[in-house]
């Protein structure tokens, strides 16, 4: 089975040589093609083109095998993909937003018994099918935005006992969505209370306990560790890390977002696939990203709901970085899951064009999960992994409009999704 799109309004990042991420001003010279077309077949991408030498038989297609969708007035690019999130989680914390309202921060909340432990008391209460039906929503909900691939992070547990829960969740969703999922160990996301006095002892049980039990279950993709001021230091990060490389888990870091942690420069040197959230950036961080293989990765709507200083997008882009940005979505500091406010935030509020935006949230985001090579571009051979968007004037409304979801339709591995069915689990 062939799907035609013809008439599309803008074919949107488009690569003839497709590569695995882009950096610096190859993020604004993103390449779209107006008026265009594009074949799939079975689920991944065949070829695309110009309306204006469209040659049929060179698409090689009778009518009867092939189904023919009209795009006029309507954009097609990739879905989005969501490198950062901590969706699996037993409830809400809106009463901490309430404490944030009223002038306190996120530490002074922590202290107060809200935070990261708050939500790891309440995993305890919770079933595990409740976690998995209300997670799975989530997803969906993303979904509805655009998202056509996630990362999903352990963390509120805190226990073997209950990051397994976590974890095996994960799983489950890796089976009943049908989006690509990645699983990442986050054992290390807060000291619990018990090992306030010694967190050496709880890093201990992370290494020697935890991480060969995820490995050898087969629970996880990544591991992650918070690496910031009132939570791990660099060396308990550095023991964590060495581990998870010793059991075949890639490093993705918590970095930098409460302090100039020393995340970036532990993450480069455990070849972190990622480093996450960045608003205290120097020169010495800058330094240590290049010629790395790390992808910087700033969280917009954290730093938003937590009004933090903002990272630094546009010195990392103008000094020759790639740059992704993802939604970091979880109960306490970036309650939503909506990609396309991060593409928002990303033109205004980092000051990144259009262009930009699309780039850190499609193609730099699937390398930050290792899936650059069949996802997060147009380009042949990649999955058909797309969204149509409804009928907008260009590619400026897409951050511009920051309210509206502008999606028509996902397409996922090659078929349409069709949410009604999708919601009844």
Known sequence: MAIFIKNIKSLINVENIPKDKASGIEMANMQSLDNAWILIRNDKIIDFGLMDKLDEKKISFSKEEVEILNAEGKMVMPAFVDSHTHLVFPDTREKEYVYKIKGLSYEEIAKRGGGILNSSRKMKEISTEEL?????HRALEAMRWGTGALEIKSGYGLSWELE?????????????????VKSTFLGAHAVPEEYKSNPDKYVDIVVNEMIPKVSEEKLADFIDVFCDRG?????QTERILAAGQQYGLRAKIHANE??????VQVGVKYNALSVDHLEYMGDDELRTLSGSKTMPTILPGAAFFLGLKLAPARKIIDKGLPLAMATDFNPGSSPSGNMQMIVSMASILYHMLPEEAITATTLNTAYALGLSNKIGSIAKGKKANLIITKKIPSIDYLPYAYGENKLD?????GEFINFDRIEKI
């Open 132 to 136: 998995f039906v209300s997670s799975y």
């Open 164 to 180: 397994k829960k976590m974890l095996l969740v994960i799983k489950k969703l890796k089976k009943a969505l049908p989006i690509p």
């Open 231 to 235: 939570f791990f230091t660099v060396a």
């Open 258 to 263: 409460l302090d100039f942690s020393g995340g």
């Open 409 to 413: 339709l996902l397409m996922i591995n």
